[in-house]
């Protein structure tokens, strides 16, 4: 039947449509369903059914009939082609299987924090020095040093942990206790509100609480964690591991951990998970981060089969969604699978005022943004059916921008991302805080749409456009500058999620100083550079908030290595004005102008280029002038190597250093293979 040209809301209304497809500029306005109905094609009461009913097909009897290949709903996937093709002699052997990647800190074949020994020679023929190379062996140094300073948690680190041990259910000091709990719903609560407040404060300030917490191990556990969150967002937080008044804190819910593992599903492990998987996302937890949160969504999964009564049932459902979305856009900025199957959620979004920040209702927001990330982690960041064709992942691309987009219009206006960040015009600290996330959720998510898009181009051919690739190039650049303008808003303290205050912004600075060092005469150079040293500065902070513990300053000198190559370029230009006349051949018109083909393994480490011979011959504008004005022209062609043969990988096990790690600690403070605490108290 025909599609109607109005959809169902504007008939109602009587206004003018779009038109199919939807959504509607008026539906996307009032925030409504766009839906279009199908046209009814009208019939006579007594019609002739034979007049009315397609006319069987006569097979000729000197034609075979053609058998039809039955369609198969069930599609297949490259673990269908492994298990078919195994021990036979069309086995696919060393054959790999086709994958968008661009999700989280990825791109390519490899990590964008990755530095192999192909990338660093790669960047060492393109500035013509070694400045990388040192630097990544100073970072490697500063990671090992890392590692092996946390190798052994001093025991006065933890507090009186031996104490704790003998006597775990012996209680602090209510008054503190209480404070922080106090600080925790005013603070973290409307951000994760996976609790009851009312009635966690009814416990936490009852005569009897010591009483049923020597009980009840779970509440124990829930109670110390709730107590820790607020004392990190207080002042007793702190970015080592093992350090400060919140881990001893934390210490105590852990020592429960091992029975929690054991303990049946109930409503009060879920929360004692949840709550520790919620200050398992700041930098101190890194290292268990990932096997918390897949245990709090086993729990989470096996609940919603539970007969919950009906008050406990809204407490679950509250929890379930505040896990989901921390679960999912963990995973997702981080490049892991979710343990959270999506096809088997039935749970309902539960209505939660605690989490409704002036007109944003952040809980809602938050979990249809997990919600996108999750699709396009299981419909594009993923490995390739057999019988996909790779314009499938083209469409893929423009339905989650379009979703995207969507969310993006559901917030309102005066946080609304994809517009400039007015921090001057948004009043409260937490919507100003909720605002910087959504935010650098929205270019987070564009940028990886981006990347995704140039990697197709790479790996393809006559799928994504010229115009396209250059296109989503420019949109690289314009998320990444973006994302680094929101630095100066980030909070750096050791409670912000290490995504928000790492993971995203190191992925842009990455970005841009791929674009400047591929780039160095492009119109927005100058303005990258500016950005660039806007993202040392932060990472600079961090390190001065960690008191030397992070040294974020060694990221920040990636920005000095590209404004010194962009200077040379200059220098060399205006002593040497015949190499800005020499024609244009790497960006003008080539066959795939965001990608180089794949090079023969012979020649995939570059040769350094001969400073005799000038360099690179690139497309330029008269000047590095800032780009900040709108009658600047931007349409010069940007070259990013997103499918470089530089940044292959030799070994199947990379050999080289991940710049991530600077922010990664071993814990065997909480490692129950390594600490007294998990074990019987004994070693």
Known sequence: MEILKTCDSCKARK???????????????????????????????????????????????????????PQQP???????????????????????????????????????????????????????NDRVKELIKRISGAIASRLQNHGVVPS????????????????????????????????????????????FEGMAFAPNLPERLA??????????????????????GKYEPGKGRAWQYLTRAFIIFPDLLAFPDSLEVFQAMTALAIYSLNISCLAIEHFILSEAGRRAQNLSRANLRSKAR?????????????????????????????????????????????????????????????????????IAGTEDPKTYYLAII??????????????????????????????????????VRIHLFYNSFKLSLSRATLHLAANTSNVVSQTRQTESTKVMMETSRSILELTAFIDVEPNTPLWIIAGIPI??????????????????????????????????????????????????????????????????EATNPSLDKQPATLLQSPPRANSLSQPSRESRIPAVFDPSTGLEQTQVHDGLDFDCGVDLPMDDPLFFPINDGFFEMDDDVPMGTDIMDLFNSAMPGIDPFFNPLMGDGES
């Open 15 to 69: 206004v003018r449509c779009n038109g199919y497809p939807g959504p509607c500029e008026h539906c996307i306005r009032r925030q409504v369903n766009c839906h279009f109905s199908r046209r009814r094609i009208p019939r006579r009461k007594n019609a002739n059914s034979i007049l009315t009913s397609p006319s069987p097909k006569v097979q000729s009897p000197d034609i075979p009939k053609e058998v039809e290949k």
């Open 74 to 128: 069930l599609p297949k996937l490259y673990v269908d082609r492994l298990l078919a093709r195994a021990r036979t002699a069309e086995a696919l052997g060393n054959e790999k299987p086709f994958a968008v990647k661009g999700i989280g800190l990825v791109v390519g074949n490899a990590s964008l924090t990755f530095f192999s020994d192909n990338r660093l020679l790669y960047l060492s023929s393109r500035l013509r």
């Open 156 to 199: 006065t680190s933890l507090g009186n942990t031996r104490e704790i041990h003998k006597d775990p259910f012996a209680f602090t000091d209510r008054a503190e206790a209480n404070a922080h709990i106090k600080t925790y719903f005013e603070r973290v609560h409307p951000l994760y509100p996976f609790l009851d407040q009312k009635e």
């Open 215 to 236: 009980q009840n191990k779970a509440l124990y556990a829930l109670y110390y964690a709730v107590v820790a969150l607020g004392c990190s967002t207080g002042s007793g």
């Open 314 to 382: 809204v407490e679950y459902h509250r929890a379930f969604w505040v896990l989901y979305t921390v679960e999912k856009i963990s995973n997702f900025h981080f490049g892991r699978n979710s343990i959270l199957v999506d096809h088997d959620i039935v749970v309902p979004v539960p209505s939660v005022p605690d989490a409704v920040i002036g007109e944003l209702d952040w809980f809602l927001v938050a979990a249809r943004y997990a919600r996108l990330l999750s699709k396009a982690m299981s419909s594009l960041f993923s």
């Open 398 to 435: 423009d339905q989650c921008a379009s979703e995207l987009e969507e969310w993006r219009m559901s917030i309102p206006a005066d946080v609304r991302p994809g517009e400039p960040y007015k921090t001057h015009a948004i009043q409260g600290a937490l919507l100003r805080l909720a605002a």
């Open 507 to 572: 992925v842009a600075l990455f970005v841009l100083f791929d674009l400047v060092v591929t780039n160095p005469k492009h119109a927005g150079t100058a303005t990258n550079l500016v950005l660039l040293d806007m993202a040392g500065g932060h990472f600079s902070r961090l390190e001065y908030a960690s008191g030397g513990t992070l040294p974020g300053s060694l990221i920040g000198e990636f920005a000095h290595i590209a404004r010194e190559y962009v200077n040379r370029v200059k220098s060399e």
